[in-house]
């Protein structure tokens, strides 16, 4: 195997052990909430490169972004699984990550710095993955 180039990355890097680990006690800790129906379990969310860049473009002063948990309707449903929000995150005076929400007295979208472009898992996965 090719060794990779050191990366900002290579800190927050673990193995395929490790994550196979943390994503079965997941899906054990929620299993119960979905009468333990492993075909609606919650399972990740596909994020395109392309809208966290337009994202990192947008917002120049942004760190990175934090990811919201969400339900589109009230209780866990069969094929109403969760999704996820994306919010840009700054860092202010004080060095506290706090989420860049625009504008922050309305509701209108056109306006909002509030972005659902999270594909879920089970709807959009890879069922051949060690993870899954």
């Known amino acids: 195997m090719k060794k990779k180039p050191t990366s900002i990355l290579d800190d927050n890097r673990i193995s395929l052990a490790e994550a196979m680990d943390r994503t079965n006690f997941w899906r054990e800790a929620i299993k119960p909430l979905f009468d ?19 994202l990192s473009d947008l917002y120049p002063e942004a760190i990175g972004a934090r990811a919201y ?5 009230p209780g866990f449903k069969k094929g109403e699984g969760i999704s996820a929000v994306l919010v840009p995150v700054r860092v202010d005076d004080k060095g506290i990550c706090k989420d860049i929400i625009e504008p922050s007295a309305t509701s209108d ?16 996965c890879d069922p051949e993955s060690d993870l899954f």
């Open 36 to 54: 333990d129906h492993d075909a609606i379990l919650p399972k990740g969310f596909y994020i395109p490169f392309e809208d966290i860049k337009a």
């Open 69 to 73: 948990f969400t339900l589109h309707k």
């Open 109 to 124: 979208v056109e306006d909002s710095s509030i972005y659902d472009f999270t594909k879920p898992c089970p709807h959009c």
